[in-house]
């Protein structure tokens, strides 16, 4: 058949493919040879070291993934003033020829805007807009919006639309290619702004957190290298899904962490039980720690010498006093406010001895005297030194000094349940709970001051408790956050009633929620059936509607659940993409034992490479996403917690193409 100009196009696109990959490779070999010569074109040790760290960073940013589009889009300018006539390619980063021409945009530069803002209402200058279909790195087609013309897809995009459901095994990808125009303006969000995503499922607000993260270090890269982007998530599992998002853009130094291991100060070597935890979680534990250690301060009751072997100096009472209080006002942290005292009492030494000798006295002098015994002796009396973790221990084993610091903010049984029945003999021999290490953060908040990011992104923010709240807010008391979550996915015994009142503990009141409805993910079918659910689930959120009409539901009712559900999954894996069992907790095991009879192998939720099965406990699906779903017995989910229906409501929308349901027991009334 003869060539077509589609024909000569697609060519000309894998030409350009070609071109620009063999370009981003000459750039990293260029990078790895200053990284190997470094030493040697450096001034000295230091900037070597700084050199080398430099350009090691800049070799991993530079890595290039077959299998990944280097570039997604191109735009075609006609009417523009700065760029009339030009076509960009748009892609995950920038590539530039010998020359110092550009290749590819990256997807965050301010022209590439334009790919996910224009329309036909607002062109933006760009004449076409061209989406690239691949297939394993290697173009197989394009499509074209002539938007000069009127011609706009929106979501009927074909190559939008595969993109989006294309099946997948493993951790989560980026949606830099299929990004929509609300979920773009938050990603694009200047820095200084705070930001809370109110997102149903599958409206793509894990994404947003994450892309918005890429999109500030590329905009404010030295700034934010220095006090660096942390990324919070609610457990592990959910940290290693989307472990490779970031670094599949570039961004190589992006910090990840869950809540327990923000605050891991001690091992949890203890559970408590829900009401426990739950009043040790209470934002009152915050004045409770804070009377229990500035209680200790005392007034000085006598006044001090100091002999230096030559002379002897003397501070009065009244003068000590005044020290004392003086720190106390200024609110510095505890242990800055003890050595705030010592400095203060060494300079008042300090002048009695110029006043004295006519002269300064040397650094010496100034060391000997803060460290001499009787102002030792003086600060430990008024203003003891003390640890997080001696603190929180004085106050879980002794009675009476959590009675004082409680008194007129907890009652009697409050306080019957924070207290050890049977302590240990010491802090250091003390069983710690997560809840406790929670307490250990904040009493370690008072005494110094915590390192504090240049932006945090949370993620499933509705089950922060108020003192984890506050552990984050002491990492980002002078940046910005993005806060992602959904008020109906609440299932801790704490979790959120409303966004302002967790904005609030996060030191950040002023922040504006901004609802996402729209899901490009979970299927209809599936979203309408778990919308089932929000009535009774107390919370004022608005339902989820789903752009996809595609996918499936089933909901069976099986005798034998374990054969049910290898005979599902057999089922399933005769379609794409990876399959998660989901069943209550003390479920996991027999079903994970009935699938490996079978033959079937399945991976963990600690480890989801190499196998499409992957069999999740209910209480660890959150933030997961699998192709097909087999949810076993919803009662038992429902059951086994006290927030079961929210818990039931998080497992049902993990599915982007097909849900089945299994169920011998009645379905939770909600779903009938």
Not at 598 to 611: K, Q, S, Y
Request: glycine letters at 8%; aromatic letters at 4%.
């Amino acid at each position: 058949m003869p060539a077509t100009d589609l024909d000569t196009d697609l060519t000309a696109e894998r030409a350009h493919l070609t071109v620009s990959r063999a370009a981003l490779r000459r750039m990293r070999q260029r990078a790895e040879q200053l990284y190997a010569t470094g030493d040697t074109v450096a001034g000295d040790a230091y900037t070597a070291e700084q050199l080398g760290r430099h350009m090691a960073r800049r070799v991993a940013e530079l890595a290039d993934h077959p299998d990944t589009p280097l570039f997604f889009g191109r735009l075609d300018f006609g009417d523009h003033p700065d760029h009339r006539g030009r076509a960009y390619h748009v892609g995950r980063r920038h590539v530039t020829d010998d020359l110092g021409e550009p290749l590819v945009l990256d997807w965050r530069a301010p022209i590439s805007r334009s790919f996910y803002r224009a329309s036909v209402k607002d062109p933006q200058g760009v004449a076409t807009r061209r989406r690239f279909g691949f297939q394993q790195g290697e173009i197989t087609s394009f499509e074209d919006e002539h938007l000069s013309r009127g011609e706009e897809l929106g979501t009927a995009s074909r190559i939008l639309t595969a993109e989006i459901e294309r099946p997948r095994v493993g951790p989560m990808r980026d949606i830099v290619a299929t990004i929509q125009p609300e979920q773009d303006e938050l990603v694009r969000a200047e820095l200084d702004a705070s930001i809370c995503v109110q997102g149903a499922p599958g409206t793509g607000k894990t994404a947003v957190g994450l892309h918005r993260a890429a999109f500030l270090l590329y905009l404010h890269r030295e700034r934010l290298r220095r006090s660096g982007v942390l990324i919070v998530g609610p457990n592990r599992a959910f940290l290693a899904y989307i472990a490779g998002v970031l670094p599949a853009l570039g961004e190589v130094e992006v910090a990840q962490s869950t809540v327990e291991d923000l605050v891991a100060r001690v091992p949890v070597r203890a559970v408590d039980d829900t009401a426990t935890a739950t009043a040790k979680h209470d934002a009152r534990m915050a004045e409770v720690l804070r009377r229990a250690l500035y209680g200790r301060i005392r007034k000085p009751e006598q006044p001090i010498t100091v002999s230096d072997g030559s002379y002897r100096w003397r501070l009065g009472q009244e003068v000590l006093r005044r020290v004392v209080d003086e720190a106390r006002r200024e609110g510095l942290p505890y242990g800055t406010g003890r050595e705030r005292v010592r400095a203060r009492v060494v300079s008042l030494l300090q002048r009695q001895a110029e006043a004295r000798r006519a002269e300064s006295p040397g650094d010496a002098w100034l060391r000997r005297m803060g460290r001499s015994r009787p102002v030792t002796e003086f600060l430990d009396a008024t203003w003891p030194a003390v640890t997080p973790e001696g603190l929180v221990f004085e106050l879980l084993a002794d009675a009476q000094t959590l009675a004082n610091a409680a008194d007129g903010l907890l009652d009697a049984d409050e306080q019957a349940l924070l207290r050890w029945p049977r302590p240990a003999r010491t802090a250091k021999a003390a069983r710690w709970s997560a809840a406790d290490a929670i307490l250990i953060d904040e009493a370690a908040g008072l005494i110094e001051r915590s390192p504090s990011f240049g932006h945090v992104v949370v993620d499933e923010a509705q089950d922060l408790s108020p003192m984890q709240c506050r552990a984050i807010a002491r990492r980002s008391e002078h940046a910005s956050i993005t806060l992602l979550g959904d008020l109906a996915q609440g299932t801790a015994p704490w979790a959120a009633a409303d966004w302002p009142t967790l904005l609030g503990h996060l030191g950040k009141p002023a922040t504006a929620v901004v609802p996402l409805t729209v899901g490009f993910r979970v299927p209809a079918a599936v979203v309408a059936f778990a919308n089932r659910l929000l009535p009774a689930l107390a919370v004022d959120v608005p339902a989820a509607r789903s752009l996809r009409r595609d996918g499936g539901l089933e909901i069976r009712t099986a005798a034998e659940l374990p054969a049910a559900t290898v005979a599902q999954v057999r089922a399933a894996l005769d379609h794409e993409g990876s399959v998660g069992v989901i069943a209550a907790d003390a479920r996991v095991e027999q079903l994970r034992a009935a699938l490996h009879a079978d033959g079937i192998a399945t991976a963990t939720v600690e480890d989801m490479a190499g196998e499409r099965v992957t069999v999740v406990p209910a209480s660890a699906v959150k933030g997961l996403e699998y192709d097909q779903v087999v949810v076993v017995e919803p009662a038992e989910i429902v059951a086994a917690e006290p927030r079961g229906l929210h818990r039931l409501y998080v497992v049902l929308t993990r599915a982007v193409s097909r849900l089945t349901v299994l169920h011998a027991d009645p379905l939770p009334a909600p779903l009938g």
